[in-house]
């Protein structure tokens, strides 16, 4: 079985600080691992992915993601928040790639001027 | 990039009616859809798989009946919640699949009354 847990349903930041937001999964097999963000009214848009390539995952906007085997860990950080990052994240895990997720609950990251 | 759309964005019906909701790929083709609902605070639950051309595959415990999906085509799938009850009410996002990738909707948010 798969499942994701995002711990915090909310994260505040000051805008320039770091940002971390938790997700830690379980696989039965070598996971496939996302991060989407969604902003109000839109679609989930997809930030980056872990497919067992490089362990650090560069995503757009300067996100990245480390995956860590031992940890079952796969933590999304960016060095700088800026205002335009306030939106809810979404950390999912999938065994057979993206045609089948499962969605943890969700990290709404707002940022403080 | 690629971009998916749900009609309608919002919907609210009387018990008992059916609605339909949408969801089209503007710009790509897409054999494989999804349809999630996602209740207050909670994860994307995926409710079935929508291949174009050939029946929808359920999620255990989604009623195909209650929840009749057709693919019709390679742009167009549609979700129709039928005599719908207050427990129906929730927010429905459906994404499609294509390169390794899935794209969502925006969703269309539920209300029966």
């Known amino acids: 079985a798969q499942s994701v847990t995002q711990l915090g349903s909310h994260v505040s930041v000051s805008e320039g600080a770091l940002v971390l937001l938790r997700c830690n999964y379980s696989?039965?097999?070598?996971?496939?691992l996302f991060w989407y963000v969604q902003y109000p009214n839109q679609g989930l848009q997809l930030l980056l992915k872990?497919?067992?390539?490089?362990?650090l995952v560069k995503g757009i906007n300067d996100f990245e993601a480390e995956f860590k085997k031992s940890e079952t860990s796969f933590h999304l950080t960016k060095p700088s928040a800026h205002m335009s990052d306030a939106a809810e994240y979404f950390c999912a895990v999938s065994k057979t790639g993206a045609n089948n997720l499962f969605f943890g609950t969700g990290t709404r990251l707002t940022v403080i001027p | 990039g690629a971009v998916v759309s749900q009609h309608p964005s919002r919907v609210i019906c009387k018990s008992g009616t059916s609605v339909k909701i949408e969801c089209r790929s503007l710009?790509?083709?897409?054999?494989?859809m999804f349809w999630y609902r996602q209740f207050p605070k909670k994860s994307l639950m995926l409710m079935a798989t929508?291949?174009?051309?050939?029946?929808?595959?359920?999620e255990q415990g989604v009623e195909k009946d209650k929840f009749l999906i057709n693919h019709a085509s390679l742009t167009l799938s549609t979700l129709t919640v039928t005599s719908a009850h207050p427990e129906d009410s929730s927010f429905y996002i459906c994404s499609a699949f294509v390169v390794e990738t899935q794209y969502f909707g925006p969703g269309t948010r539920l209300l029966v009354l």
């Open positions: 710009d790509f083709q897409a054999t494989t």
């Open positions: 929508s291949n174009e051309g050939s029946k929808a595959t359920y």
């Open positions: 696989s039965s097999v070598p996971p496939y």
């Open positions: 872990y497919t067992s390539a490089a362990t």
